[in-house]
T-cell receptor
């Protein structure tokens, strides 16, 4: 089955720093989503980005579908950005079963 | 905007008991998904329903069953609970009527603890 690899697994930054999180897929996906899981366990939709670039405030994402990777950029980090960032994709042969990466655990220090 | 609603938010059960988790999708969403997330792990797909019919099945134990009702809400029934069933259970929904038809929106989750 499809494999999803996220890097780095852990990231510790000072408030105000910028970061780039990466997600690689072993095969093509129909859908790609980025999520933020906060320390209370809630999964928050960040981006639905099968291809191209999107921006939402301090966050932006780029997916290069032909090269099977996606990047999440966080600028001017705040302590509330702490948590785990997951990427997940739908394999070409499924409309339902999201395949998840192991996540990047981000800690923003004040 | 309305979001996915899950109830209860927290549930404590004893081993061998049963539990029922409920999910109310975003209005006009026709597809519901269930995921299980163990401590320190990524979510694992359990099962999904489209227009009240099972559409895909993942790593759902035989002790679990689920269905989607005529009002599109869904219930996950879990029997003979085991300690290893302790996890966060997420419900998600999506709509085939939108351009981002396979974008899944997640509820706040139900935290199940089995003692």
């Amino acid at each position: 089955g499809i494999q999803v690899e996220q890097s780095p697994p852990d990231l510790i930054l000072q408030e105000g720093a910028n970061s780039t999180l990466r997600c690689n897929f072993s095969d093509s996906v129909n859908n790609l989503q980025w999520f933020h899981q906060n320390p209370w366990g809630q999964l928050i939709n960040l981006f639905y980005i099968p291809s191209g670039t999107k921006q939402n405030g301090r966050l932006s994402a780029t997916t290069v579908a032909t090269e099977r990777y996606s990047l999440l950029y966080i600028s001017s980090s705040q302590t509330t950005d702490s948590g785990v960032y997951f990427c997940a994709g739908l394999p070409a042969d499924s409309n339902y079963q999201l395949i998840w990466g192991a996540g990047t655990k981000l800690i923003i220090k004040p | 905007a309305a979001g996915v609603i899950q109830s209860p938010r927290h549930l404590i059960k004893e081993k061998r008991e049963t539990a029922t988790l409920k999910c109310y999708p975003i209005p006009r969403h026709d597809t519901v998904y269930w995921y299980q997330q163990g401590p320190g792990q990524d979510p694992q797909f359990l099962i999904s329903f489209y227009e009240k019919m099972q559409s895909d099945k993942g790593s759902i134990p035989d002790r679990f069953s689920a269905q989607q009702f005529s009002d599109y809400h869904s219930e996950l029934n879990m029997s003979s609970l085991e300690l290893g069933d302790s996890a966060l259970y997420f419900c998600a929904s999506s709509s085939y009527r939108t351009t981002s038809y396979n974008e899944q929106f997640f509820g706040p989750g139900t935290r199940l603890t089995v003692l």
